[in-house]
């Protein structure tokens, strides 16, 4: 049931963009995105809801195609300060606060 | 305005020892839930406190249990400690009725 990402590790020169994928073989109620730095706790990015639209953070957006059972998390124009370790959440039985995470996705963003 | 605090920041065990992590809300934040997160993974959601009870629970045996007091503040209890428990315990709140979880700095437990 844990939903897949990918790539797993990404390294990208700042100004670049990139996108993260999360696939789930279950349908899906939600998708919820979150980016944790190394020992420090996961900071939310943005939640998208089945039948919603798609969702933006500044330069950070993100999709949600839920007949394919999955989201895609867009970073344009790469900052030093997105990287980090990118998580998808997942919750298929709907509304239930009930996460469960992909293993990640590792964005390195160098000068 | 406050966000997500846990206590202990570290703590070190032995196996066979039992031990309690604390976790207080947001301000207006009525549910919490607890995760582990093993080194390099994402994180495992443990189970879920709301008005006191525990409303949903993950896959993880009855040595891991929590409480929920008025205040809304949590805490998780593991009993009989075993190596394979070292990890980051993060507490997550949120809002009455809405999806969004808010993560706290965690708890690293190591055990010996």
């Known amino acids: 049931q844990q939903p897949v990402q990918s790539p797993q590790a990404v390294i990208l020169r700042e100004g670049e963009d990139a996108v993260i994928n999360c696939s789930s073989s279950k349908a899906l109620y939600s998708v919820h995105w979150y980016r944790q730095k190394h020992g420090e706790a996961p900071v939310f990015l943005m939640i998208?809801?089945?039948?919603?639209e798609q969702k933006g953070h500044e330069k950070i957006s993100a999709s949600f195609n839920e007949k394919k059972q999955q989201s895609s998390l867009y970073l344009t124009a790469s900052q030093l300060s997105y990287s980090g370790t990118y998580f998808c959440g997942t919750d298929p039985s709907g509304n239930t606060g009930k996460l469960i995470f992909g293993q990640g996705t590792t964005l390195q963003v160098k000068p | 305005d406050a966000g997500v605090t846990q206590s202990p920041t570290h703590l070190i065990k032995t196996r066979g020892q039992q031990v309690t992590l604390r976790c207080s809300p947001k301000?207006?934040?009525?549910?919490v839930s607890w995760y582990q997160q093993a080194l390099g993974q994402g994180p495992q959601f443990i189970f879920q406190?709301?008005?006191?009870?525990?409303?949903q629970r993950g896959n993880f045996p009855d040595r891991f249990s929590g409480h929920q007091f008025p205040n809304y503040s949590s805490e998780l209890n593991v009993n009989a400690l075993l190596l394979g428990d070292s990890a980051l315990y993060l507490c997550a709140s949120s809002l009455p009725g809405t999806d969004t979880q808010y993560f706290g700095p965690g708890t690293r437990l190591t055990v010996l």
């Open positions: 998208l809801l089945k039948g919603g």
């Open positions: 301000s207006g934040h009525d549910t």
């Open positions: 406190y709301y008005e006191e009870e525990e409303r």
